[in-house]
């Protein structure tokens, strides 16, 4: 792990006038990405574990649990959002970290709040 991202992990990144943090990993709100969604303007990445998947999860989400998150699984698609999502908005943060640290350059947007503010923001789930 570079000193870059442990610090990172340690301080986290001040939000920014508009509250997302800066840089290339940003927090959104589930209706911005409810929207999204609904456009077809999301990737949507779930990172939490099989079990908590099968559970219930956002429609066309792509399964890559953090404790075998593998960047390469990821569909690279400019032309949409990059979402990740866990169960409370933690785990995504790590999974992000992998992201860019696999090379990836684009803008990562962590579900603010996870599956449970996706949940209550009244998001599609299926079973």
Do not use: Y
Request: aromatic residues 4%; charged residues 15%.
């Amino acid at each position: 792990m570079s000193l870059c991202t442990l610090f990172r992990r340690l301080v986290p990144a001040a939000p920014s006038a508009a509250g997302d943090a800066a840089g290339p990993i940003r927090q959104i709100d589930p209706a911005t990405v409810i929207g999204w969604q609904a456009k077809g303007e999301a990737v949507i990445v779930d990172v939490r574990e099989a079990h908590e998947h099968a559970a219930g999860h956002i429609p066309g989400a792509i399964l890559n649990p953090l404790s075998s998150f593998d960047p390469s699984r990821i569909p690279a698609d400019p032309a949409k959002h990059l979402v990740f999502h866990c169960q409370g908005g933690m785990r995504c943060g790590p999974a992000a970290e992998r992201m860019i640290a696999a090379g990836h350059t684009g803008t990562i947007n962590r579900l603010q709040g996870g599956f449970a503010a996706w949940v209550n923001a009244g998001g599609s789930v299926e079973r």
